[in-house]
């Protein structure tokens, strides 16, 4: 079978350049620039550079964004304050905490401070609500990101038997969700497998979509998934390669070399989800504009 490659990094280059002929129309008619704000807590490597891609991405969208970079120490009464000064700025569209936040803070606290208005990463339990209601809401960007790539890739979703691998209320779960709902992209039969799944294989041989979101290295074999498969992985895990200057390397949840020949199509990691991820926080931010504007 020819695989074909999903490809993030295109596609969220096309949606970003969308995104940007929108912001310049705006500000050409006298509109201000969309804005994101990003709080980072600490020093987390990943967190720190996870917020840097999404700064740069906001440049080059034209979109106005600030980092607020906070100490691992401030207290979560600090932090709160900050999100309640935010939400009433009435200059800024989208608010997102990166996370993990340190240990003495309570996450879901701080996510249920944001103003749903501004959530844009889709996590407060207002669009959570929302989107398990197939209400119109912020969706989280992964697995929003996902969606779009399987529609611009016009793969047919209908009546398939998607397994979902990993039940995180960031990735997982919301990705379940979204396929199983009615519509193009959907319509999909969902099982979701997780730490506790017996197994799991029995379960991916029979899958027409695979998406892996564990965060385990590698976990998918080619022995695991039947010839024909759509496989999504949203892995990032950064494993010891001496071939390399900085030692180490990034491969996803899924075995690309020897799953790969197997599959129609399959997204590569990097260059899969997680450009899409970043293009659909963009969208995100751009909709609490233009909701704003009306
Ligand atoms: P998480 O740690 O919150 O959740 C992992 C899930 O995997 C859990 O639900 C757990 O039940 C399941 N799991 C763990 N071990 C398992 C096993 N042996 N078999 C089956 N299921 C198992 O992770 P997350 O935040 O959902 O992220 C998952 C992966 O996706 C990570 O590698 C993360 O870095 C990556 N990620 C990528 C993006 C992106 O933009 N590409 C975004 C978010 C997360």
Same mark, same amino acid.
């Given at each position: ?6 490809? &993030? ?14 912001? +310049? %129309? ?14 980072? #807590? ?8 996870? $917020? ?9 969208? &034209?979109?106005?964004? +600030? #980092? ?11 932090? =709160? ?49 929302? /989107? /398990? ?5 912020? =969706? ?6 996902? /969606? ?11 009546? @398939? ?13 919301? /990705? ?38 564990? &965060?385990?290295?590698?976990?998918? @074999? ?5 010839? &024909? ?29 020897? $799953?790969?020949? @197997?599959?129609?199509?399959? %997204? ?27």
């Amino acid at each position: 079978m020819k695989c074909k490659i999903l490809d &993030g990094k295109a596609t969220s280059a096309a949606i970003r350049s969308e995104i940007k002929d929108k912001v +310049e %129309t705006i500000v050409k008619n006298g509109g201000r620039r969309p804005s994101l704000v990003a709080i980072l #807590v600490g020093n987390n490597p990943a967190s720190r550079t996870y $917020v840097a891609n999404k700064e740069k991405a906001c440049a080059e969208a &034209g979109f106005a964004s +600030e #980092v607020k970079r906070l100490s691992e120490n401030i207290t979560e009464e600090e932090l =709160l304050s900050l999100i309640c000064s935010i939400n009433k700025d009435t200059n800024i569209d989208g608010l997102i905490v990166q996370l993990p936040l340190p240990k003495h803070i309570d996450e879901h606290k701080v996510i249920a401070a944001i103003n749903p208005i501004k959530d844009v990463d889709g996590f407060h339990p207002v669009s959570a609500g929302r /989107m /398990m209601l197939g209400e119109d809401t912020f =969706l989280p960007a992964t697995p929003m990101g996902i /969606m779009t790539l399987l529609e611009r890739y016009e793969i047919d979703t209908k009546g @398939k038997h998607c397994v979902v691998l990993g039940r995180s209320n960031i990735v997982g779960r919301p /990705m379940a969700n979204l396929l199983s709902r009615k519509g193009t992209p959907g319509d999909c039969t969902v099982t979701i497998c997780h730490s506790r799944t017996k197994d799991i294989a029995s379960y991916t041989k029979t899958a027409d979509i695979i998406v892996a979101a564990i &965060g385990i290295p590698l976990f998918l @074999k080619e022995d695991m998934v039947k010839e &024909g498969v759509v496989v999504i992985d949203v892995g990032i895990n950064s494993v010891e390669d001496n071939t390399r200057k900085s030692g180490y390397r990034l491969v996803g949840d899924v075995d690309y070399d020897s $799953v790969a020949p @197997k599959c129609s199509y399959i %997204t590569p990691v990097p260059g899969g989800v997680g450009p899409m991820t970043i293009a659909s926080l963009l969208q995100n931010t751009l909709k609490a504009y233009e909701a704003k504007a009306l």
